[in-house]
């Protein structure tokens, strides 16, 4: 996945947010946990720096630590456990929101790109679709195969959620205005 991590981060927290975690979000706060989980849903993306600016691109960045799911399963409990004891705060929302949206995250990566499910029982990359190699641009390879409109479906998919959550408070600030 290229360009869908985003949207469908959004997709997935706002659907989380609203019929679970709803009579746990204080009014108001719905939208900084939503910042929280897009910058969640990018986050195994973070090895880029890494990749293009420390590995010179030796090896694909899928085989990162950022891209492998048994470290965000421990990070997660990590960070929950730790801030439990510590600051004996219940951040259980905070810590799925963070779970959910990196594993989504190397789910839509699973699509075509190959992730490490059963690291360290297993070294085999997991992938729906193998996409072959064209194109010099390796970008060209991945845009016109037939799975990127399954990526264009999400964005679509996220715009049209924001678009109908926005609508009600453009109606409320029109009639606002023609009283």
Known sequence: MF????????????????????PFVKAGAWKYYVMFALVCSVL???????FYLVDNRQHAHHT???????????FTALLYFSAKAVFKKNIGLVSSILLVNTLMHLVLDSVAGGIYWLY???????????ITARFDWWVFNYIIHWTFLFELLIIAAATYVVWEDKKPALVDTVSQYND
């Open 44 to 50: 195994p993306d973070f090895d880029l720096f890494y």
């Open 3 to 22: 360009i869908a991590h985003l949207p469908a981060g959004y997709l997935i927290t706002r659907y989380g947010l609203r019929t679970i975690g709803a």
């Open 120 to 130: 360290p029982l297993n070294n085999e990359k997991y992938r729906l679709f193998e």
């Open 64 to 74: 990162y630590w950022t891209h492998i799911p048994l470290f965000w399963l421990l």
